[in-house]
């Protein structure tokens, strides 16, 4: 993807921060909320057109399950790549988030190159073609690929 819309929501606004400088100097367009509503509404009305959602699914008003769940729920939304970030790492989070409709899970990296390395990740892959499987289902910069299939869903 030459230069991608991405909207990001997560309640950690130094994350915002940190993923805002990344998309920007990768070339990318970062519209970036902490507060679920507001994100969905402008998700539903655009300009600009997402061409990526990014969730963090730990939120404190809403979760990210739930947001995820509108955005499929919403025709216009419902073919959007919907991409969970979270620091949740666990089985349950990634089974969850396959089950209410995210494309892809990536773990938040803990470093500002990491974040480079998802947003490059992210943007490099053609939607339009992705289908989403057992073995691309998660992603994380920072770490090896856990070896039980089980994690994967």
Request: charged share 25%; hydrophobic share 40%.
């Given at each position: 993807m030459k230069s991608a819309c991405i909207f990001y929501i997560d309640d950690?606004?130094?994350?915002?921060?940190?993923?805002?400088?990344?998309?920007?100097?990768?070339g990318h367009r970062s519209i970036s909320y902490s507060e679920p509503n507001e994100f969905?509404?402008?998700?539903k009305n655009p300009p600009p057109a997402a061409?990526?959602?990014?969730?963090?699914?730990n939120m404190p008003s809403t979760s990210g399950y739930d947001v995820i769940r509108e955005i499929r729920?919403?025709?216009s939304l419902s073919k959007l790549p919907v991409?969970?970030?979270?620091?949740?790492?666990?089985?349950?989070?990634?089974?969850?988030?396959?089950e209410v409709g995210a494309t892809m899970y990536i773990?938040?990296?803990?470093s500002y190159s990491g974040m480079k390395k998802t947003i490059m990740h992210v943007t490099s892959i053609n939607w339009r073609t992705f289908k989403t499987r057992d073995d691309n289902f998660y992603y994380s910069p920072d770490l090896p690929r856990p070896k039980n299939p089980a994690f994967y869903v």
């Open positions: 950690d606004v130094d994350d915002i921060g940190i993923f805002n400088e990344c998309a920007e100097s990768l969905i509404n402008r998700l061409d990526i959602v990014m969730v963090d699914l729920n919403t025709p991409i969970v970030h979270s620091t949740a790492s666990d089985t349950h989070s990634i089974q969850m988030s396959r773990r938040k990296p803990a």
